[in-house]
């Protein structure tokens, strides 16, 4: 599912890098999970 358009960090907001950090730090999220959830964003924001 590629889009064409490069996301940089820039494109993501504070608050949801930090929310995706936070489900990582708690065991929500693995690494990789975390990877697939910022690649897909925002298909796959709760």
């Known amino acids: 599912m590629e889009s064409g358009i490069k996301r940089t960090q820039r494109d993501y907001t504070l608050a949801f890098k930090l929310s995706v950090v936070d489900q990582v730090e708690k065991g929500e999220l693995t690494y990789k999970e975390a990877q ?3 690649e ?3 298909i796959t924001l709760h």
């Open 40 to 42: 897909y964003w925002p």
């Open 36 to 38: 697939h959830h910022i």
